[in-house]
Every structure is written in C-alpha cells, then in structure tokens.
C-alpha cells in the first residue's frame, strides 16, 4: 500500500487539507477508484472505506491483488466538515457532491472538485460511497445515473439485492456520479442504510459487495459469499407514499421488510394531543426500499418508497 | 389581497405558507398583463424584502396608476427566511436547485412545483436575490446565454448597473428563473448588495426599475424616474480574481469605484506570521462590481470582480 496525497489546500488556521489515497497493486495502474465521503455526515461510508483499506491491505500482503491491476481507496474528502460536524464546506455550506466536474481557477469546492476528479479520471471502474438528501434508511443497493454511458449488468456484480437507475434531473448534473460517468469511468453510488451512525452488518455487506465486485472483473484474488442476484429497478418505478398530515412519525415497518397492499406501514400522531390523526397504508404489494426515519414528519413528505412486488 | 400559493402542515403546531400580496387594479378587464415580483429564495438575502415593500407600498399609495396584476411573493423559502438562513432547513438544500419540482416528489419539490404553476401565466417574472455574505454585489441582471436573446430588451428597462449574460449552463439549470424560461415566462434574476443586509440605495434603484418595466408593459401608468444605461457584457467582458492564497482580505477599494489596470484592489495577509501572502491588482481598466466583504479566504475564494468590457448588442 502506498499513501498519496491527492489533493491538498492551506487553511487559516488548521492543518492543511489533506485528501489521501491509498493505492495497492501495480503502480501507476488505474483499475478500480473507491472514494468515501464527500460530505461530512457520511461516518458510515468513511468506515466501510477504512474496512476496505484495511482489507486490501491483506490481500495485497498475500499477493491477491491481479498483475497489472491498480485500486485506489480514498477514505475521506471532508474530513474538515466531519471533524466540525458540518455535512458540507465548513465555510460557505456548499455542498462539494454538487461541484463537479469542478474548475481549477473556481471558488474553492469548484477547485477541491476539480482536484478530486483529477486525481481519479480515467479509471476504469468508479465506486462512491453516498448519502442521499432525504434522511431515512435505505436497502442496500448500488445506484447509477441513466446518462446514456450506464451499465446496469455491471452493477448486478456487486450482488447488493437492489441496483437502482436514476433519470438525471438538472439536480443531479453537478455530481460526481453523473461526472465521472461522463468521464467514461463506469461509476457506481453503493448505498447502505445508514449516514452518520454505523451498523456493522450494513458496512460488511458494503465491504464484501466492493471486494466481489472487483473478484469479478478479475482485479483480486477473493473468496467470499456470492452475493444477491440483483434486481434492477428504475427509480420511477419506486412508489411513493406520503404523509397525509404533520406530527410524530412512528414507523411500524423498516427498510427491507416485505409489505403487503393495504397493511399498516406507519402511523402519524397528533403533537400535542397524542391520538392517531393518519395511518399510512402500503399502496401495493412489495418491498420497503426507503423508510423515513426522522420522529417528525411534515405533510407532503415522502415516508416509504415501495418496490413494487417483483415475484408472484 | 393576500393570497396562499401553497401549504402544507409541519410536524408541531405550524403551516408552511406561501403567500403573495396581489394588487389588482379597480376595473375588471379580463385581458390586462401581470408581472409576478419573486424574492427570498435563499433566506438569507434581504435585499428583495425592501424592494418588494416598496412596490406594495408605492402602487397602494397610487392604486389608480395601475393597469395590471402584480403579484408580490416576498419570501418563497419562508423558514429559511425567519430562520436567517439560506438553505431550506432540516433539508439543508438550495431551493434555487430544486425548481422546476415535482408534483411526485418530497415536500419541497411539490412545493417548488406549485410555485411554478402560480407564476405560470404572468407576462413577466423578476426574482430579486441579494449576493451571499461574502461579496457586495452593485445591482445587476444575471440572464443566460440559452434565454438571453429574448431577456435582454427587458434586462435594460430594470435600471440596473450591468447586465451580465452568463454562458454557465450549470449556474442556470433547476432555478426558477431558468425553469420559468423554458415554459415560456420571461423571468429575470436581478443580484444586488449583500446577504443578510438591505441597501436602500439598492432597492430603490430596482424598484424604480421594476416600476419602469410595469410602465412599458403597460402595468403602471405612474411616473417613473429616470433609468439608467445598464452596461451589457458576457462572461469575457469580466476579470475575474480569486484568492490563490488562504488567509484574511483587506481591501483598499470600494465597491462601484472606477479600476485603472495595475491598481490594487486588496491583499491577503497572514495574521499568524505577519506577512503580505498576497495583492490584488487590476488586469483591465473597468468598474468594481463585485468585492468580498467576509475577510476571511480560502483558496480559490471570490475576491472581485471587474467589468473591463462592454458589448453594445447581442
């Protein structure tokens, strides 16, 4: 293994930002890119990265790591928010996911963006650990971009139970995703269900799914489980169910667990009163991909996400 | 009449509301005009609360001059807006990035999709955004290269100082400016001051601005004070200077001031070891319409801007 340095920048007061990369393999060789979190929330994937660091190390030390294969792990771009607990830039509260392809003569994300993509262009497999905007849990699936350079059957290596296509909205078009798609590196979002807690079983699952994905392209020498046989859905298709009203939000299904049309997912009570103002049904047959987990919910607010059943 | 765009029920005790205050004119004409005034987007940008007070108070204070709809929404992100904040709370997102919305979507997509289909209808749309707390903006009007052609005409009537066509499809894509172009409402992004202040000179230059526009539309048959000749430029015409140091700015100029090329605009210093680590000076002889107000500077921060060229037409 070998630390770099991939891009640096002088603060005020504080330590220099340093956003390391730890390479294994043939030197020089860009195979498989894995970067952790972008935002300074993200403790659950800078935890799966430091797993991995640490397991590649291993398999490195046995000589697992293919002839002519080069993997970097970058654990942590903003560790700076991190350390302060702040999701985004600790100076003007932007977000860095939503920066790129960044410019080298930008404002200061556009440039820590500009850098990062830099340092990790031309790879030929992109893996990001993300989190979405929406708090809640997710399955554990891997997510794409629909930008036309996509490929879903590579996704399915990974053998998470869900890959899930996004159509861009004009939201998205700044992210590192849909940056380095269009860079032609086949990137890869891997979600768990968790941000900033860490749930160790979530964070294997990630750890072992990143390792068969690269056992598959033939980039290590990797014995494990074989995973899922994944099944790929278009986010379209996700249905939505949403809170009819505002109060306290309590759950009665999570993330993963089948549901059955009609059943009671959830219930909103009165704030102050405490009686029950809303059920929440489940609109159809199938899957909990998102749950909603803040104890408040706001009216109009999207609390499951439904994959629709896929089997009889 | 204050009318309610769109609600939806927080989780204790309280209702987002969108309002805008509509003022009609007394006789009922099915086929007069409407000009829709936005602000308060980012909820730390105040400028757009003056100027939206002034337009109510000077059309209720001269009713009859008014020949058309003009529909005010002062604060289209209301808890950012009382919470001092500039993104949409608890989400922590940029509404300015979130338009055209989606009737399917969370919360504030709906809502962002319901702002969209009431401004929907109006002639014209202008969305009053102060600058960030960085950097003092002179009053100025951001149109894009895709909808510039058929925004410039009315750019000119808004008694801005500049107006700047920004060939950025990025800076653009999901703002309610940009969403209300692609269906048809032209919609105007007016920059000026700073965040979280109001600069009544400012104000009162948009406003009579605003005014004019609502003249030449046929809105507002009231005097209008005179206008002043916007300078048009696009990206080339503007120097840009960031920080290529990190450290604290001084700066030796004002914003508005006449540059000449080589004068210093500021420095940035190290007030750990006492040295100069930086001077700004001028590329290009121009105005200073852009200047950073916050002192502290990473890296890559904006520290000015300068118009050095001016295009007389599209």
């Known amino acids: 293994m070998v630390e770099e340095i991939i891009y640096s920048m002088e603060a005020p007061y504080r330590e220099k930002l340093q956003v390391r990369g730890y390479h294994f393999g043939k030197k020089g060789e860009k195979t498989a890119c894995i970067l952790g979190p972008i935002r300074g929330n993200e403790i659950q994937q800078l935890y799966i990265c430091s797993q991995l660091v640490h397991a590649l190390r291993e398999l490195e030390h046995n000589g697992c790591i293919n002839n002519n294969k080069g993997i970097m792990v970058i654990p942590c771009v903003n560790y700076y928010g991190m350390n302060i607990g702040k999701r985004f830039w600790p100076v003007d509260n932007t977000d860095i996911n939503r920066k790129f392809p960044g410019m080298d003569y930008g404002d200061t994300t556009e440039r820590i963006a500009a850098g990062v993509l830099s340092a990790i262009r031309d790879y030929s497999y992109g893996i990001q650990f993300a989190s979405f905007y929406m708090t809640g849990e997710f399955v554990p699936h891997v997510r794409m971009m629909e930008t036309g350079y996509q490929n879903a059957s590579l996704a399915n290596l990974f053998g998470m139970p869900y890959v899930v296509v996004r159509k861009p909205r004009p939201i998205d078009t700044k992210t590192l995703n849909y940056n380095w798609q269009n860079e032609m590196t086949a990137a890869f979002s891997v979600y768990t269900n968790k941000n900033d807690e860490i749930d160790e079983t979530s964070a294997r699952q990630a750890v072992a799914s990143v390792l068969r994905f690269l056992m598959r392209m033939g980039i290590i020498k990797y014995e494990g489980h074989s995973g899922y046989i994944s099944h790929v859905i278009y986010e379209e298709n996700l249905s939505n169910v949403d809170a009819s009203c505002g109060g306290i939000f309590r759950s009665r299904v999570k993330a993963g667990e089948e549901v059955r049309y009609n059943q009671l997912m959830g219930e909103i009570v009165d704030p102050f009163l405490g009686d029950v103002i809303s059920e929440i049904h489940a609109t159809t047959d199938g899957i909990v991909f998102f749950a909603h987990k803040d104890p408040l919910v706001n009216e109009g607010d999207i609390v499951f996400r439904l994959i629709h059943r896929l089997h009889a | ?314």
């Open chain 2, 1 to 314: 009449m204050i009318e309610t765009v769109v609600a939806y029920q927080l989780a204790v005790g309280e209702t987002l509301k969108i309002q805008k205050k509509r003022l009609m004119p007394g006789a009922g004409n099915p086929n007069i005009g409407r000009i829709s005034i936005v602000s308060g987007i980012h909820g730390d940008e105040l400028e757009g609360q003056y100027v939206c007070y002034e337009i109510i108070r000077r059309i209720q204070e001269h009713p009859e001059n008014l020949n058309g709809i003009v529909d005010v929404y002062p604060a289209l992100n209301p808890l950012g807006v009382d919470s001092g904040g500039r993104m949409i709370p608890k989400l922590n997102m940029d509404m300015n990035r979130m338009f055209p919305g989606e009737a399917t979507g969370t919360m504030m997509d709906k809502l962002a999709a319901r702002i969209i289909e009431d401004i929907k209808g109006s002639d014209i749309c202008v969305d009053v955004h102060a600058s960030d707390t960085f950097v003092k903006e002179m009053p100025q009007v951001r149109i894009s290269e895709e909808h510039g052609k058929d925004l410039v005409d009315f750019s000119r009537l808004l008694n801005a100082d500049l107006i700047w066509i920004n060939a950025s499809a990025a800076a653009h894509e999901a703002t309610l400016t940009n969403s209300l172009n692609a269906i048809g409402v032209p919609a105007l992004l007016v920059e000026m001051g700073l965040g979280n202040r109001v600069t009544r000179s400012f104000g009162d230059q948009i406003t009579e601005g605003i005014f004019n526009l609502m003249h030449e539309i046929g809105i507002w048959s009231g005097p209008v004070g005179e206008i002043r000749n916007a300078k048009l430029t696009r990206d080339y015409g503007i120097d840009f200077f960031r920080a290529q140091s990190t450290g604290i700015f001084l700066p030796d100029m004002e914003n508005g001031q006449l540059v000449s090329a080589g004068d210093m605009i500021g420095k940035i210093i190290s007030t750990l070891s006492g040295d100069v680590l930086e001077i700004i000076q001028a590329k290009r002889s121009g105005i200073l319409f852009t200047l950073r107000e916050y002192p502290l500077v990473y890296e890559g921060a904006l520290i000015a801007r300068v118009l050095a060229e001016e295009r007389n037409g599209w």
